[in-house]
Structures are given as structure tokens and as C-alpha cells.
């Protein structure tokens, strides 16, 4: 079983910066894409940015130029790094994992618990 780890959120002001962490660990064989997602109240979890094993990045387009998604290989972790941040920035933040699982011998699509990011002054 593969479980996810956010950490990071928090309360920021308006154009401020936040760093999310995701950490995932397990019976990990290999991860092929770290993600993350948020959720604001009332509204659909989105696609915030995507990162594939090989360092392909995919953001949505409200949050480009203004957020970076990394990743360590090697420590199963990917990062957001959250700049010029808005209020319309605020939610939930959740991070997905998708891979192999070497004890399962299958796929895992793997989802943290969330961190909330808050902008607001």
C-alpha cells in the first residue's frame, strides 16, 4: 500500500509564498506522475500541476508563471512552490500520487488527506 503526505499550508497575505511538500512512501516500485489538486468550497477539486518521473510539467492556466512543481526521485517527494498568491488561490490542497505498487504487483492511484492554504490579509 502506498500512502501520500501533504504538508505546508497555512494562513499567507496576498501575494505572499507557501512551499507544499508531498512525501509519498510504501511498497513504492516506481511513480510515474506526483500532482496536486485543490478543492475551494462549493466548487470541484482541479488540477493544479502535474509533474511526470522524467520532470514533464503540466499547470492549470490561472496558476502559471506563479506556482513551480519539483520533484526528488529519490526521496518519493514533490514540491509546490506557490508564489504571487491570490485570494481566489485558497483551498484545499491535495496531493496524488500514481505509480506501481511492488508489493501488490499493481497500479496505485494514491490521494493525501489535503493541506489548506488560505490568502488573505
Known amino acids: 500500500q502506498v500512502q501520500v503526505v501533504e504538508s505546508g499550508g497555512g494562513l499567507v497575505q496576498p501575494g505572499g509564498s507557501l512551499r507544499l511538500s508531498c512525501a509519498a512512501s510504501?511498497?513504492?516500485?516506481?511513480?510515474?506522475?506526483m500532482a496536486w489538486y485543490r478543492q475551494a468550497p462549493g466548487n470541484q477539486r482541479e488540477l493544479v500541476a502535474l509533474?511526470?518521473?522524467?520532470?514533464?510539467?503540466n499547470y492549470q492556466d490561472s496558476v502559471k508563471g506563479r506556482f513551480t512543481i519539483s520533484r526528488d526521485n529519490a526521496k518519493n517527494t514533490a514540491y509546490l512552490q506557490m508564489n504571487s498568491l491570490k485570494p481566489e488561490d485558497t483551498a484545499v490542497y491535495y496531493c496524488n500520487a500514481k505509480g506501481w505498487d511492488a508489493s501488490r504487483r499493481s497500479n496505485f492511484n494514491s490521494w493525501g488527506q489535503g493541506t489548506q492554504v488560505t490568502v488573505s490579509s
Open positions: 509533474i511526470t518521473s522524467g520532470g514533464t510539467t
Open positions: 510504501g511498497s513504492i516500485f516506481r511513480i510515474n506522475t
